[in-house]
């Protein structure tokens, strides 16, 4: 049975063509120097990154990912939030295979679902920059001002049938 489940999981994966290289995170309410290096090695202590590399101006992060491991967004901004500190905004670079996405419609991409938000019907090709929409990946005023472009529940709750959701734009 777990070789079925396996083996389904891996097509779903396969079938969406993509893959997630890095992200881009920029943290709100540091001060200094420390700040940023207890949010760098909280970062590097995940196990499915492979590098950190801070810029301390704009307060962001670029993370590039161990390939083949399971990446999980989530983990993240926790490591950012239990250095102290918030996520002011993520986005993640995906490399697309003719992958189709259209407004308010769940796409699967490695292990994760994502929901795009305000966007036009498109096929996505290549690398391609996402950001996320879900609270706490964004300051709470864009948050409320994206509810608008979807009547679909999980851009409130994050999930659906007890699977997490990520909503995102391009």
């Given at each position: 049975?777990?070789?079925?489940?396996?083996?389904?999981?891996?097509?779903?994966?396969?079938?969406?063509?993509?893959?997630?290289?890095?992200?881009?995170?920029?943290?709100?309410?540091?001060t200094?120097?420390?700040?940023?290096?207890?949010?760098?090695?909280?970062?590097?202590?995940?196990?499915f990154?492979?590098?950190?590399?801070?810029?301390?101006?704009?307060?962001?992060?670029?993370?590039?990912?161990?390939?083949?491991?399971?990446?999980?967004?989530?983990?993240?901004?926790?490591?950012?939030?239990?250095?102290g500190?918030f996520?002011?905004?993520?986005?993640?670079?995906?490399?697309?295979?003719?992958?189709?996405?259209?407004?308010?419609s769940?796409?699967?991409?490695?292990?994760?679902?994502?929901?795009?938000?305000?966007?036009?019907?498109?096929?996505?090709?290549?690398?391609?920059?996402?950001?996320?929409?879900?609270?706490?990946?964004?300051?709470?005023?864009?948050?409320?001002?994206?509810?608008?472009?979807t009547?679909m529940?999980?851009?409130?709750?994050g999930?659906?049938?007890?699977?997490?959701?990520?909503?995102?734009?391009?």
């Amino acid at each position: 049975m777990k070789t079925i489940l396996i083996s389904v999981f891996a097509v779903l994966c396969l079938s969406a063509g993509a893959q997630i290289k890095k992200a881009t995170l920029q943290a709100s309410g540091l001060t200094c120097s420390m700040c940023s290096n207890a949010i760098n090695k909280s970062l590097k202590s995940l196990d499915f990154v492979e590098k950190v590399e801070a810029n301390i101006k704009n307060s962001s992060f670029d993370v590039t990912f161990k390939p083949g491991t399971a990446i999980d967004f989530d983990k993240m901004k926790a490591k950012v939030e239990d250095a102290g500190f918030f996520v002011a905004q993520f986005t993640a670079f995906i490399n697309f295979n003719n992958t189709a996405v259209e407004n308010d419609s769940h796409v699967a991409a490695e292990n994760m679902t994502f929901h795009f938000l305000n966007v036009k019907k498109q096929v996505l090709t290549g690398e391609k920059k996402i950001r996320l929409l879900d609270k706490g990946f964004l300051p709470a005023k864009d948050y409320k001002k994206n509810n608008a472009f979807t009547k679909m529940p999980c851009y409130k709750t994050g999930e659906e049938n007890g699977k997490r959701i990520f909503h995102v734009t391009i």
